[in-house]
């Protein structure tokens, strides 16, 4: 980011919102998977909660992830204007993810295995190819479902890598282009489009590039004309989705709306942004883990319902937080100050 800009008052306290973004973001996926898809109201699905009553306030809390996606277009934005190259900021998106995943794949794939529900057991092999993160790729179950957004990040970087570092003084027509390309390829074959270009979710990525493109003051038609290909992409992939889906998704966009006009400096700190903090392995243990103990909780009768929900909640952002400080900020910190020793050596 420009100095500018970071040296403006508030800028960097501004930047703590979007943790308070990812806050929201990871509530909203907890709270869809420990009140309603694993219980009698998803579709075809038996309830493995037992709750006494059903919930379905949170059935939209699955738009988090879309919420993840916009944050991610902004941030990584951002991250490529700060790297020297591709390789920097390969070994930036390799600290940032994989250290990380590994060892919330492994803890989840071990207490599930062992006293988790037996629907989510998962085999040694299902646990040797998730290691690469690509198990969609090899037609293996993930040890957890929620990792599919991972395959779907891991593919955005490697696409914006490819186009800003190949086509820097073009960048701008070298996206619409791509993202033209894939919708095209989405007609006439949509699952190459989402296995080879993550069609449908562009449009976030997109919108959040164009988010930072105002918050650091880009020229308006590059910022109109992000927003626009943005636009189109939703419409032609989402519109045809619930009304409440696309409230939903407003509401993601008008909080991103107020943040680049910083209306939202107040909501960087506090429990929000602690959760934005830990999101990252929040979102990796959270599912299997915490929904295998409300189902254990929950024949209980005092603990039935929400008791459940919140003790669950709360194991699994300890556990997450353990990780975040034993091995997320170590390990980013490891590999940059090596890539940097490589880089001087170079």
């Known amino acids: 980011m420009p100095e ?33 898809r694993w219980g ?45 190259g591709w390789r920097d900021f390969a070994l930036r998106r390799v600290a940032r993810l994989y250290p990380t995943y590994i060892l919330c794949m492994t803890v989840t794939f071990l207490l599930v295995g062992r006293f988790g529900l037996a629907d989510f057991h998962r085999t040694a092999n299902d646990y040797l190819f998730g290691l690469t993160m690509l198990s969609d790729e090899f037609a293996v179950r993930w040890i957890d479902p929620v990792y599919w957004s991972l395959l779907v990040e ?38 190459v489009a989402s296995r ?13 590039m164009a988010f930072y493109g105002v918050y650091a003051r880009r020229s308006p038609i590059f910022n109109a004309a992000l927003f626009a290909t943005a636009l189109a992409l939703y419409v032609g992939f989402w519109m045809k989705n619930s009304l409440s889906a696309n409230l939903v998704i407003a509401a993601d966009v008008g909080l991103f709306a107020l943040f680049v006009g910083g209306r939202l400096n107040w909501l960087g700190g506090g429990v929000l942004g602690f959760v934005g903090l830990v999101s990252y392995p929040l979102y990796l243990l959270h599912q299997f883990i915490g929904v295998s103990l409300i189902a254990y909780l929950n024949t209980t009768p005092a603990l039935n319902g929400w008791p459940a929900v919140a003790i669950a909640a709360a194991i699994v952002l300890a556990l997450a937080t353990g990780v975040h ?13 090596n890539f940097k020793r490589w880089f001087a050596i170079a």
């Open 4 to 36: 500018s800009i970071l040296s403006e008052p508030h800028a960097r306290h501004r930047l703590k919102t979007l943790d308070a973004f990812r806050g929201i973001a990871i509530l909203a996926v907890l709270l869809f998977h420990f009140t309603y």
């Open 154 to 191: 891991i593919i955005f970087y490697a696409w914006i890598a490819i186009i800003y570092f190949g086509f820097r003084r073009y960048f701008l027509p070298a996206w619409i282009t791509f993202c033209v390309a894939a919708a095209l390829v989405a007609l006439v074959d949509p699952p």
């Open 325 to 337: 400080y034993a091995v997320e900020l170590p390990s980013q910190k490891l590999v940059r100050r």
């Open 40 to 84: 009698p109201l998803w579709p075809d699905h038996r309830d493995f909660y037992g709750f006494t009553v059903n919930h379905d306030w949170f059935a939209q809390g699955k738009r988090g992830v879309e919420f993840f996606f916009l944050i991610s277009g902004f941030v990584i934005f951002m991250t490529l204007e700060r790297c020297k």
């Open 196 to 208: 080879f270009f993550a069609a449908s979710y562009l449009c976030f990525f997109t919108a959040g």
